[in-house]
């Protein structure tokens, strides 16, 4: 990876969205009226929106030359062709089930794999394959490595699966209990933090031994395969797509969400390698998404997400996308500003828990400072802590709050330049200067499940 201004973006812009830094009245205004959660804002009233990377990035001229020319046939539209032609020449998968978004390929592997007592191990799975999980009876079990957990620690690879803790999972439960195993590449919930091929190898050795698949929740793949070519010793000459492939190599079969790493802002895949498997995932393509040609997407769309596959191995990008979000970590621990180390793909995660030390979970401390981003900047961010992953203990009724209180500043592909990030960095050392009078916050609102989408708090 060259250093930072030794290059810049490996593109130029052609059109352009205008955003506005509304008045700091406006922004006390619009996030009261909030209910303090930023989920609640209009984007327009957000100046540089930070939520999330999915759905966000900016296609290329290529991708919009594609979506002028979508075959909106139902059935056998050339772009499904093309589509199925790309995921197979980058993954080996050669059946592909379009789907609406990422959930919606989860939601089919589940029908077809996952009975009632199930249990899936992974590394860490994300919240909506957890949910898929769970709503099909079905326990999630993750078996990340202990230091994956550890936010200051500042290992090359905290997205791995600890194999141990793997191996006991499937001596106690087995092929019966145990459908398929799930990476998560990159590993999203602890800091968007890659995998190893090795431990892909390793897992899949174990997997073997045991007769039980493997899949690959793929969403960040491209970023993964970038932190291998980086960090891992043996595969600084071998090409992005030489290590996709070997990623792949170690799967069965991919959900995808396309809206991170196929640069599209919707859109998402099943992809397999049995085509056993694939006509079962049809059976329930067709009821829940549509047609096996177009899975609940326009032709425009499908073309797009085949381009942006074509594209997203692109080294000068990926150094491009990768490096601007360890720029901005990097100013963030110059102003004494604590993050989950080393800084993932997509986003910085701040440790407010650490950073905001005097206000306890029941606060929410990771929440105040997302208002405080808001405030001083505009920004909008995502809390990650006693919100979005506190829960009440099912008998006692008492809270049971999350290890980490964090912040997750995630960064759009291709759409901010680096002095947005400067702006977003001198805002977050202007709230920490001011960190000791930021108050908590108290829940006025809260749904019964998923409550950090719609939650409203009051200032304490
Ligand atoms: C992110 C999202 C989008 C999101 C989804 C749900 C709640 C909040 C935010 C989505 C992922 C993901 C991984 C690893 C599957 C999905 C679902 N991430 N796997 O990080 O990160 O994909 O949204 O296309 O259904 O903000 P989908």
């Not at 699966?161 to 919930?189: S, V």
């Not at 190898?201 to 960040?220: I, N, Q, S, T, Y």
């Not at 808001?374 to 961010?381: D, K, V």
């Not at 990650?384 to 008492?398: I, K, M, Q, V, Y």
């Amino acid at each position: 990876m060259r250093p930072r201004d030794t290059y810049a973006e490996p593109y130029k812009i052609k059109m352009v969205e205008p955003i506005r830094l509304i008045s700091p009245g406006e922004r006390k205004q619009a996030i009261t009226e909030a209910g303090y959660n930023v989920f609640n804002l209009k984007s327009e009233d957000v100046y540089i929106d930070l939520l999330t990377d999915s759905g966000t990035s900016a296609m290329s001229e290529y991708q919009w030359a594609g979506i002028m020319s979508g075959d909106e046939s139902y059935a056998g539209s050339k772009n499904f062709y093309h589509l199925q032609q790309v995921i197979e020449d980058i993954t080996g998968c050669k059946f592909v089930v379009p789907t609406h978004q990422g959930r919606a390929a989860e939601h089919i592997l589940m029908r077809v794999l996952v009975k009632p007592g199930d249990r899936i191990p992974g590394n860490m799975h994300f919240d909506t394959t957890e949910g898929h999980i769970r709503l099909s009876g079905a326990e999630p079990v993750n078996c990340l490595t202990d230091q994956g957990y550890i936010p200051g620690e500042k290992l090359p690879f905290k997205g791995n699966i600890d194999i141990n803790k793997l191996e006991k999972e499937l001596l106690a439960h087995g092929r019966e209990k145990i459908p398929f195993i799930l990476i998560t590449a990159t590993c999203n919930n602890n800091g968007g933090q890659p995998v190893s091929l090795e431990n892909f190898k390793a897992v899949r050795r174990l997997a073997d031994r045991f007769g039980v698949p493997v899949f690959l929740d793929a969403a960040r793949f491209a970023e993964n395969a970038y932190f291998i070519q980086q960090r891992e010793p043996g595969y600084r000459n071998k090409t992005l797509k030489e290590i996709v492939g070997e990623m792949f190599s170690c799967a069965d079969g991919c959900t995808m969400s396309a809206k991170k790493d196929a640069l599209v802002n919707i859109g998402g895949f099943l992809a397999l390698k049995s085509e056993e498997l694939y006509q079962q995932a049809v059976e329930w393509q067709i009821p829940f998404e549509g047609f096996r040609t177009y899975g609940g997407l326009a032709g425009r769309d499908i073309e797009a997400m085949a381009r942006g596959l074509e594209e997203v191995l692109d080294e000068q990008y990926l150094e491009n996308r990768i490096g601007q979000v360890q720029c901005l970590g990097e100013k963030l621990i110059g102003a004494g500003i604590p993050i989950v180390q080393p800084p993932g793909g997509h986003g910085i995660y701040i440790d407010a828990g650490s950073l905001l030390g005097h206000l306890p979970h029941s606060q929410f401390p990771a929440q105040a400072l997302v208002v405080e981003l808001y405030l001083e900047g505009g920004i909008r961010s995502v809390e990650l802590g006693a919100c979005a992953f506190g829960h009440r203990d099912g008998t006692t009724g008492e809270m049971i709050y999350p290890a980490l209180e964090l912040v997750r500043l995630t960064i759009p592909r291709r759409v901010y330049t680096d002095r947005h990030m400067d702006f977003v960095a001198r805002a977050a050392e202007a709230v920490a200067d001011r960190k000791n009078s930021i108050r908590g916050l108290q829940l006025v609102y809260e749904a019964p499940v998923l409550r950090h989408f719609t939650a409203r708090f009051a200032r304490l």
